[in-house]
């Protein structure tokens, strides 16, 4: 089977909030999906398959696609499928969404992704997540184990808590550029993360992403699709997924072996042979502070050990040579099922050069992280160019 | 036999507590219930067919709908089934009828419970009214239940 | 759209209480036989990579290959911390509709002869008495049932020993 040069032409996001007490599920998932649909400008009818996700156990909703596939979206007597794989969810979709049209079988495919967090709660609801017998009686949700692997991280290459608060600063200042994140804190100090209580040694509540809700869109077009809708779309370069073991601590848990298989497999499909050179953007899911500074490591954006190192050189900076998380990333917006495809619009948004406030200068070339589930990462490579 | 099925399986829970935003059109809906034992519902722009419980989308036109419209408290049975089992969470005591009323105006069927129990006091066509609760909870059981007229 | 005010939200509260019952499984039947019976705790072995696991299981994920109950192995209770933490913030504990005491150690570490890491309560609340390289030791309950937190319910740090002694 021929595969086909897939892209994306349409990105719909609800302004993330902490509790959006003023709409229901379908109604705020139809704001993201009329937003990609306006972007586009597609009428509902032109959709030929839509995927929908989130993690039902936050919102106790066993069967959401039944809803929200109907009422929020065009899916009436068209195929809709739900993909929940996690913290992945968003990125799994994305990627979902690519095969269905480069395998030729839809031609326009819509994507969601969407959480109500605060309706249920997020720790609550991932520890249901996990085998019942061995681990739920002890696990803390994702916090507890992301706290361990602060810890190990920490030990094992010295980084310092400072250097994870860095992060934040960076992250939740970049949000204010971006009119849809959750946090935005253009004064945002060190100081000011420094002081927030430790929740779970060594995380500070600063270091910790938020709970939010709302949705994310994305419309994918074949190339010949693509020539009537727009001649601004951010194509497909490569696409990898790589996951892990059953019980997450099945292997070790710092360095993120995962991102180090996938961007390996990655960079060769698309032909990188030096992220930093080779990439003008990245949008990669960092859960805590620690997880960014280990993650670009894990990515080959520098040596093991090196993650403090490349943020103190400036080189993830808005200014430096490769732009981390310019929306604010994962420590700004958190609405779990969305989260990951977030990541995906936003690369989308620098390739489309629609980034505004926020826009990295001649992006032509941006990867997207998805990272969730007992430490899985999928990865997307975007180009302005298709694929040759 | 059931200590030898106790090894096998580890019995446990799920207990979360959750917390609904139930979204404007929701709120109306049940406010005018409660408060003036009116029955609305909301008609699509292109369509143009009334849809009880009120939402905001037509899912067949993918249309916004703003135009709210007075039902009758009345309407007719198309389709009935009698309980006559026992759970412990039950709306009336069984027997009782769950039933889909098209609500006068309405072009969408409505769920609700029927305070008969007889089957042969039921049928598909039959004329059912609405009867309200006396202090409303904001629930759907803000009507009672429907009775036979 | 406008914000609505504290009192206008219509919020539908509810509570799930969902009884399930798990099949756990021929060699978890076997391991908590042993743990309640015997005060033993076992993993299982690939007959292929040799990876000893715990939680034993009945699928070896790398090699795709059975592990049966003669496949088990016997591991002490005894390991080295590998990382730890101290949980301290609310949370509701689906199993119980309740927030979990807090604060709680929590740690990660391998079981002597163990290819893989385990994560279990510790009994202690100061981060700053825990260091990597630690000796941990399972504490029993005088009474045991054959489940996991209630016989096993923490790990000590056994203060004298590290790794290497």
Redesign the interface.
């Known amino acids: 089977m021929t595969k086909h040069q897939t892209a994306i032409v349409g990105i719909g996001q609800t302004k993330f909030r902490s ?6 599920i ?2 705020m998932i ?1 704001e993201a999906v009329r937003m990609a649909l306006d972007d586009a400008q597609l009428e ?1 009818k032109d959709i030929d398959a839509i995927l929908i996700g989130n993690m039902d ?1 936050f ?2 909703i066993n069967f959401s696609e039944m809803w929200t596939g ?3 979206a ?3 007597l068209k195929p809709v499928v739900k993909v929940a794989t996690g913290g992945t969810t968003g990125s799994s979709l994305a990627i979902c969404g690519y095969h269905n049209v480069a395998s030729g079988i839809y031609d326009k495919v819509l994507v969601i992704g969407w959480e ?1 967090l ?4 997020a ?3 991932i ?2 997540a996990f ?11 994702a ?3 992301l ?3 602060a ?2 991280y920490s ?1 094992k290459y010295g980084i310092t808590p400072e250097q994870a608060a860095k992060v934040t600063v960076k992250n939740r200042s970049n949000a204010a550029n971006n009119p849809f994140a959750h946090l935005q804190m253009p004064d945002i100090t060190i100081d000011y993360v420094m002081s927030s ?7 500070r509540l600063h270091d910790c992403c938020p709970q939010s809700e709302g949705a994310c869109a994305l419309i994918y077009a074949n190339e010949t699709e693509v020539k009537k809708i727009t001649d601004n779309p951010a194509w497909f370069h490569a696409v990898e997924t790589a996951h892990y ?3 997450g ?5 710092y360095d993120l072996p995962t991102a180090t298989i996938a961007s390996k497999k990655a960079y060769k499909k698309a032909g990188i042979k030096d992220p930093i050179n080779d990439l003008d953007v990245a949008e990669i899911y960092e859960p805590t502070s620690w997880s960014e500074l280990s993650w670009t490591e894990a990515l080959g954006f520098c040596k093991p050990g090196e993650g403090g190192k490349l943020l103190d050189e400036g080189i993830t900076q808005m200014s430096g040579e490769l732009p981390v998380n310019p929306s604010g990333g994962v420590l700004s917006t958190n609405p779990i099922g969305a989260t990951a495809m977030v990541r995906v619009a936003e690369a989308a948004t620098q390739i489309m050069d629609r980034g505004e406030k926020r826009q990295v200068p001649d992006v032509e070339r941006a990867l997207a992280m998805g990272f969730g589930g007992s430490l899985w990462t999928e990865l997307m490579i975007l180009g302005k160019e298709p694929m040759r | 036999m059931t200590d030898d099925i106790e090894k096998k399986v ?1 019995r ?1 829970r ?1 207990k ?11 709120e109306k809906f049940i406010t005018e219930i409660g408060k003036n034992n009116k029955i609305y519902g909301v008609r699509c722009p292109k369509c143009g067919e009334v849809y009880v419980p009120p ?3 037509c ?4 249309e ?1 709908m703003e135009e709210w419209v007075e039902l009758g408290n009345q309407g007719t049975i198309t389709g009935f089934t009698v309980i006559t089992h026992s759970t412990p969470v039950m709306p009336l005591d069984p027997p009782f009828a769950y039933a889909r009323i098209r609500l006068d105006g309405a072009d969408s069927d409505f769920v609700h419970i029927i305070n008969e129990g007889d089957p042969n006091k039921l049928e598909v066509g039959a004329r059912v009214a609405a009867v309200f609760k006396e202090k409303p909870r904001k629930r759907i059981l803000d009507i009672e239940y429907f009775k036979l007229v | ?4 005010k504290k009192g206008d ?1 219509f ?1 539908i509260k ?1 509570k ?1 209480n969902l009884p ?1 019952r ?1 099949s ?1 499984g021929k060699l ?1 039947v076997k391991f908590f036989e042993e743990l309640k019976e015997n005060k033993k705790i076992l993993g299982s072995k690939c007959p292929k990579c040799k990876k000893v ?1 715990f ?1 034993p ?1 009945a699928v070896c ?1 790398e090699c795709l290959v059975k592990m049966t109950l003669d496949d088990m192995v016997e591991l002490p209770p005894r390991g080295t911390l ?8 609310p ?5 119980t509709g309740g927030i ?1 005491p807090f604060p709680y150690g ?3 570490f391998k079981l002597d002869g163990a290819d ?6 510790v009994n202690e609340t100061d ?1 700053s008495k825990m260091k ?1 390289g630690q000796r941990v030791e399972a504490v029993f309950n005088d009474e045991l049932v054959g489940d ?2 209630a016989d096993i319910p923490y790990f000590r740090i056994v203060e004298d020993e590290k790794e290497g002694d």
């Open positions: 509790k959006r007490r003023d709409v229901n379908p109604e139809y509902p156990h919102e106790g109907i009422d929020a065009p899916g009436y109500k605060n309706e249920g709660g720790t609550t609801g520890i249901t085998d019942p017998v061995w681990e739920r009686p002890s696990l803390a949700g916090l507890g184990p706290a361990l692997m810890g190990m030990a209580q430790v929740i779970s040694y060594p995380l073991y059953t019980f601590t099945d292997d070790k848990m | 580890y446990g799920i979360v507590p959750y917390k609904h935003t139930a979204g404007a059109y929701v939402k905001m989308v899912f067949k036109c993918f916004k | 759209m406008s914000r609505k939200i919020e509810w799930t399930y798990w756990i978890a696991h939680p299981r994920a590998e990382g730890f933490t101290v949980v301290n913030y949370f509701t504990d689906p199993s979990r929590y740690a990660i893989t890491y385990t994560m279990h309560f981060a990597i996991l937190v």
